[in-house]
C-alpha cells in the first residue's frame, strides 16, 4: 500500500504541511509506505494547452506530454493506492503552484466529451486539506467554498473518489506583533490553534487510516 501527498505550500512545516504529514502518519499506522512530495520544490509551468492528451491515436494521449519536474510526479500518481493533496487558500483558492498541478494532473485523465470518461489506469481514494484564514461562515459568505467543490468534481471524474478536510481560521504567524494584521485577534488565534488545530490533525491522521485501508 502506497500513500502519495503533495504539498501546496511554500511552508514544509507549518499548517497545511502538518496535516498531510498527520494524514502519512495514519496511513503508515496501517502499515502502508509514504512520501511526501512539495511542489515548491520542483520547476514546472502549468497546462500549456497543446492538447497533445486529447489528440487521436497521438504518442501522449492520455498523458501530459511535457516533460519537467512534474512527470516523475504523474508517475508517482499511479503507483499509488491513494493521493493527498493539501493546500492553504490564497486569495479565494489554492496557491498557483498547487492551481498549476492540478490543471496538468486532471486534465490529462478525463476525456474530453460528455462522459467524462477517466483514462486514469484505476480507481483510488483521494483526499484534499485545506488551510485557510478565513472562518467557515466567511468561506461560504465570499464564495470560497465553490472553487473547494469544484476540485473535489474533478479528482472524483479523474480518480473515482474524494473526500475534503477544511481546517479553518489557522494560525498564521509564530509571532503577530511582528506583522501588521490588526483585523485578527492574535490571542484568540493562539487559543484556536492550541485547542481546534489538534482536532483537525486528528481527522487528518484518521483520513491515512481510512485510506490505507479501506479501497473503493
Known amino acids: 500500500m502506497k500513500v502519495l501527498a503533495v504539498n501546496g505550500s511554500p511552508r514544509k512545516t507549518w499548517n497545511t504541511a502538518t496535516l498531510l504529514n498527520n494524514t502519512l502518519e495514519g496511513a503508515a499506522s496501517q502499515g502502508a509506505t509514504t ?6 520544490d520542483l520547476n514546472y509551468k502549468g497546462c500549456i494547452s497543446c492538447f497533445a492528451c486529447k489528440i487521436i491515436g497521438g504518442k501522449s494521449y ?3 506530454p511535457i516533460q519537467d519536474d512534474l512527470a516523475e510526479v504523474f508517475k508517482k500518481v499511479e503507483a499509488a493506492d491513494a493521493l493527498i493533496l ?18 496538468r494532473l486532471l486534465f490529462q485523465y478525463v476525456e474530453y466529451s460528455d ?20 472562518t467557515e461562515e466567511m468561506l461560504k459568505t465570499y464564495g470560497m467554498d465553490k472553487p473547494i467543490e469544484f476540485n473535489e468534481f474533478g479528482m472524483r ?8 478536510l477544511l481546517s479553518f481560521d489557522t494560525y498564521q504567524f509564530k509571532d503577530y506583533s511582528k506583522v501588521v494584521s490588526t483585523l485578527f485577534d492574535a490571542e484568540a488565534k ?25 479501497f473503493i
Open 115 to 134: 462522459s467524462h470518461r477517466s483514462y486514469f489506469p484505476k480507481k483510488m481514494n483521494t483526499g484534499f486539506i485545506y488551510t485557510m484564514n478565513v
Open 157 to 164: 471524474m479523474a480518480f473515482g473518489a474524494c473526500e475534503s
Open 35 to 40: 512520501e511526501l512530495i512539495h511542489l515548491y
Open 62 to 64: 492520455g498523458k501530459c
Open 86 to 103: 493539501g493546500s492553504p487558500i490564497y486569495w479565494g483558492r489554492v496557491t498557483g503552484q498547487m492551481a498549476a498541478f492540478l490543471d
Open 190 to 214: 493562539a487559543k484556536r490553534r492550541a485547542e481546534v488545530f489538534p482536532v483537525d490533525c486528528q481527522k487528518a491522521f484518521d483520513m491515512g487510516v481510512r485510506f490505507a485501508t479501506e
